[in-house]
């Protein structure tokens, strides 16, 4: 049976662990090769040999979001191994929490320069990637999906700036849907909730600063009505939809992914 992207080409950012990982194995399994970008180039290189050992095309993208050189080489990496560009994932993303009266400026900067910025370096650098040649128009919409975060919309205490990095992903989306409608490119954001098992937000790593504390961890999952912590593959699965022909029709568009969580104070 032909799979929904057969003969695309994604670009997936961030794709060494996590989130960007099941983003990557989920689109190589619908049909798409998958350049893999991570910042970390052995985790890069691992995720793209385990998706290519599965059966798929892959090739490792490595380089930082934040650095335009890097940027043009993951894009060239993605045309020279596999000739275009029709999905691009925004997926890299980090946090330095603090309440916002300790916040430093490098934890404000480090946050929003990955997550909005380097959101914004790559789907600059990809337009005409994404646009195709003028002798070889696209015949199918081409897709960016951005990953931008429920804290983006309702806010958090203790991380202002991932939730004020994660709301600037969402209106750059909006902003990026209206202008490259005319180049039947599709832009879209998943704002997940609660994602278990990540680097992110695994427990709290008191030498890294990463993580949730357990107690925390606790009081979200026991909040969510659908009962359980989001997965990974629940993100990519999502993903996967709006890198699809079957939302064609959908831009700007930002899919909230919390399994009922952010609709509690309503019930
Ligand atoms: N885990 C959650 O609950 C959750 C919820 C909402 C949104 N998100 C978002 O999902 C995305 C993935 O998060 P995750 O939980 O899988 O985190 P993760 O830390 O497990 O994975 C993030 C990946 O991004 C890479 N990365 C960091 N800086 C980079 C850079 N400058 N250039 C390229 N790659 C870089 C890291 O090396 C890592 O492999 C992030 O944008 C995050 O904000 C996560």
């Known amino acids: 049976m032909a799979k929904p992207l057969n003969s695309r080409v994604a670009v997936v950012t961030g794709a060494g662990r996590g989130i960007g990982l099941a983003v990557a194995a989920r689109l190589a399994r ?7 970008n ?7 290189h691992e995720a793209a040999t385990a998706i ?14 934040v650095d335009l050189d890097d940027v043009a080489a993951m894009l060239e990496a993605a045309r020279n191994s596999f000739g275009r560009l029709d999905i691009l994932v925004n997926n890299a993303g980090i946090t330095a929490d603090a309440m916002a009266h300790t916040m430093t400026d490098e934890q404000w900067n480090l946050v929003c320069d990955v997550a909005l910025k380097g959101t914004f370096n790559l789907c600059r650098a990809a337009l005409p990637l994404l646009r195709g040649s003028r002798d070889n128009p696209p015949v199918h919409h081409r897709k960016v999906v951005n990953m931008a975060s429920i804290n983006g919309i309702y806010g958090i205490a203790g991380n202002a700036n991932y939730s004020a990095a994660k709301g600037g992903v969402i209106a750059l989306t909006k902003s990026l849907a209206r202008e490259w409608a005319r180049h039947r490119i599709n832009v879209n954001a998943v704002a997940p909730g609660y994602i278990a098992g990540t680097r992110l937000t695994g427990a709290r790593d008191d030498n890294t600063g990463l993580g949730i504390p357990e107690a925390v961890i606790e009081r979200i999952e026991a909040q969510i009505p659908i ?10 699965g999502a993903v996967a939809w709006l890198a699809s022909p079957d939302s064609d029709y959908a831009t700007g568009q930002v899919i909230e992914l919390h399994g009922g969580r952010e609709m509690v104070e309503l019930l």
Do not use: L, N, Q
């Open 38 to 44: 991570d910042v970390d180039g052995d985790m890069a």
């Open 52 to 65: 290519a050992a599965a059966g798929a095309w892959a090739v490792a993208a490595p380089g930082s979001v």
């Open 30 to 36: 619908d049909g798409a090769a998958v350049a893999v």
């Open 227 to 236: 009962g359980r912590a989001g997965t990974p593959e629940d993100v990519a």
